[in-house]
């Protein structure tokens, strides 16, 4: 696509209601912003090859902002080799909003309106990303929160609790903090998160 055309394109480009609890859900989780000017914004979206289907379910519902299928490429961590997947969209400043919250500088940081944003898809995307089984003895759930500060998780507690009644504790992980969902509220959190959970993920529910 020409870039008149293609800028022509994108200014008729409105991201929907879904897309944003979209957003919000991959930006508490591993997706990320990039800029190069602080005024318009790409989403980068990137997994483990293991988690292609859900890649591909996330690149479904971005499509019409997205001019590439998803890529995947390998990757050197600490001499293995490791193959991920994913996409990047066009950038636009209607992603700036999402910066201005979810970023201080180049740090990732917890929303201060993250009550008003986030909903129960949005949690749902964060579990994909970020969740898991805790065990069969158990019962629960545990969100890998670990660029969060434990203040900041402190608060989503607060929300959590005031907005859909859900009990987390705030666990230590090495030097990083993670959530874990009460026994008490599991099935309350994955009745809430299970509708928005795609097949390929259903077995994060236990």
């Known amino acids: 696509m020409r870039l008149k055309k293609l800028e022509e394109y994108k200014k008729q480009l409105k991201f929907t209601n879904e897309q944003r609890e979209l957003i919000v859900g991959l930006l508490l989780g591993d997706g990320h912003l990039e800029t190069q000017n602080n005024q318009t914004y790409r989403l980068k979206v990137e997994h483990s090859i293991k988690q292609k289907n859900y890649v591909d379910w996330l690149y479904q519902n971005f499509s019409k902002w997205i001019n590439q299928l998803p ?78 500060s434990k203040k900041e998780l402190t608060f989503v507690r607060e929300v959590l609790k005031k907005k859909f009644d859900v009990n987390i504790g705030i666990h230590k992980q090495y030097d990083k903090w993670r959530i874990y969902i009460y026994s008490d509220s599991a099935e309350k959190f994955k009745q809430l998160i299970e509708p928005h959970i795609i097949p390929s993920m259903k077995y994060k529910l236990g």
């Open 71 to 148: 890529k995947a490429r390998i990757k050197d961590s600490f001499g293995k080799e490791l193959t991920s997947y994913g996409f990047t969209t066009y950038s636009s400043g209607l992603l700036r909003f999402y910066a201005q919250q979810f970023y201080f500088g180049k740090k990732k940081v917890m929303p201060k309106m993250i009550g008003k944003l986030l909903s129960p898809k949005a949690l749902a995307i964060w579990f994909m990303d970020d969740g898991s089984w805790k065990s069969d003895r158990h019962h629960t759930y545990i969100i890998h929160s670990l660029d969060y």
